[in-house]
Structures are given as C-alpha cells and as structure tokens.
C-alpha cells in the first residue's frame, strides 16, 4: 500500500498540521482505469481531540476491503480551555473539511498524476464527523449559511455514511446535559437553544437523487444515544431518495466500532 503524509489542503497559506491530512493507494485497486474511487473518512472526538494518526489502521482495513483509495484529514479543534483569543467554534471545524473535500475533487495528485476518481467520492463521518459532514451537504434554514460545498463536491459525491453521529444538540443536551460545559459550549459558544446549529433542522442544499446515505448506530453505545439517529433518519426520510439505517447489527462501544470486524460487511453494499 502506497501512503503518502502530511499533505496540505491550503497550499497557498502557512503550513497548519490541522489543515492536512494523509491518503493511503491500496496496490489491488477495486477500478476499470487505474484510478479507484475515494473514500473520506472525517473523525470524530466532540471537535476537541482525535487526530488522522489515531485512524491509520482504519484507512488500511478500509482501503484493503473496498480497493478504494483513502484519504483522511485533520481539521482545526476547539482548545479545551477556551478564551476569546483561541476559540475555535463552529463552523470552523466544517470549513475546513469543506476546504478539504474541495481540493481533493480537484488535486492533481502526490506526483501530479492522479491517483484515485475524483468523480466518485465516498464520504464517512463518525460521531462529531457525521455533523460536520451534514452541516456540509444540508443546507441552514436558520441565521447564516456559511458553509456552501461547490456543484461540482455534490456531483462527485456518491455516498455519505454517518456513525454514531451528533446531529440535533439540544436532543443530545436533554440525554447527557454535561456535555454542555464538557464539549458543546467550547465547540458553539454559550446558547440558550443550539437549534440553529443542529442539523435536524437543515435540509438537502439541492435535488441530488444519486445521492445515498446511510445513518450507522450500534445498540452498545452509551457515550451518543441512538435517539440521534432516529431523528436524523426521520428527518431525511421525506426528503432523500436512496437513505438507509441499521441500528441493530453492530453492539459495540462508541469508538469500538470503528475496530469491529462486521463494520466493514455492514458498508459492503453502499461500497
């Protein structure tokens, strides 16, 4: 397998090791022309912690499974002790994913050639992930709509697979109200209602019936509740052609899944 590290997505500014991430070219490639389709994975870690470090053995279970190429990014944390000098809110975690999807849709490659379609991207999103993926492709009907991904990021993406995701904050605050001091005031600021921020309130940006999506929650989470997915899929549900859930097959911890050996069977038909 090829890896190639440390790759910047915002080449014109300052090198940030927050703003890069690293893709990994399986040698038995699942494609017709040379060049797989690429799979996106987008950590989790309450936008405060994690790291593409802690994922490598992800991306090789990944990229050996499908024979997609895949590619996972940093983005900028909130610090965990927040001041008004390095606050880090939302949608800054978004855009920089956004920054990122956008240039691998167009990236000539490590060597300028290539290396995976750009036209065939499947995205993944775990825990915080699956919001900051969501806040992406769903459009704001609340306040501002900063995060705007480009007609040619919606075209190219086939698939977005959501698990153990965050999505409507205050639902999660009624469940667990000490993530509120813990994670949800330094990742959005103090609110007396996170409803603008909760993508169970936002709809699909544009008519993109290619488009499938898949809702993930293991029945052995306790750290997210999977209340969280239900809403998300009924809130869809109306609205998406091609959306799936499963809820019942995986039973292990919120993290965990991301080891288990039936996660992978479980994405083989959106694969």
């Known amino acids: 397998m090829d890896e190639y590290t440390d790759i910047s997505y915002i080449p ?7 703003q890069n991430f690293n893709i990994y070219i399986p040698k038995l490639r699942n494609t017709s022309d040379g060049r797989p389709p690429l799979v996106c994975f987008i950590h989790g870690g309450a936008w405060r912690s994690e790291d593409k470090l ?20 940093n983005y900028r944390l909130s610090p965990r002790e927040t001041t008004e000098d390095n606050a880090i809110h939302h949608p800054n975690h978004a855009k920089d994913v956004l920054r990122f ?11 300028g050639t290539s290396v995976y379609d750009s036209n ?10 699956a919001h900051i993926l969501s806040s992406i492709f769903l459009e704001a009907t609340q306040g501002e709509d900063p995060l705007r991904p480009s007609v040619e990021l919606l075209e190219s993406t086939k698939a977005i697979i959501m698990s153990e995701g965050i999505y409507d904050i205050d639902l999660l605050l009624s469940s667990f109200p000490t993530y509120r001091t813990w994670f949800i005031e330094p990742a959005f600021g103090r609110r007396s209602t996170y409803g603008e921020v909760s993508v169970t309130k936002m709809n699909p ?20 509740d ?3 997915s239900e809403a998300m899929y009924q809130h869809l549900l109306p609205s ?32």
Not at 101 to 111: A, I, K, R
Not at 120 to 129: A, N
Not at 250 to 259: A, F, G, P, R, S
């Open 205 to 224: 940006r544009v008519d993109h019936p290619h488009l499938h999506w898949l809702i993930v929650h293991s029945k052995g989470d306790t750290l997210v």
């Open 240 to 271: 998406v052609p091609h959306i799936a859930r499963n809820f019942g097959d995986l039973i292990e911890e919120h993290n965990d899944i991301l080891k288990a050996s039936n996660l992978l069977n479980l994405l083989d038909n959106t694969f």
């Open 54 to 73: 802690d994922h490598v053995g992800l991306a090789h279970k990944l990229a050996s499974f499908t024979g997609y190429a895949v590619a996972i990014p």
């Open 120 to 129: 065939r991207l499947c995205l993944m999103g775990h825990s915080c992930g």
């Open 101 to 111: 999807l956008e240039f691998v849709t167009t990236w000539g490659g490590p060597h």
């Open 226 to 228: 999977e209340a969280q």
């Open 12 to 18: 014109s500014e300052p090198h940030d090791i927050f």
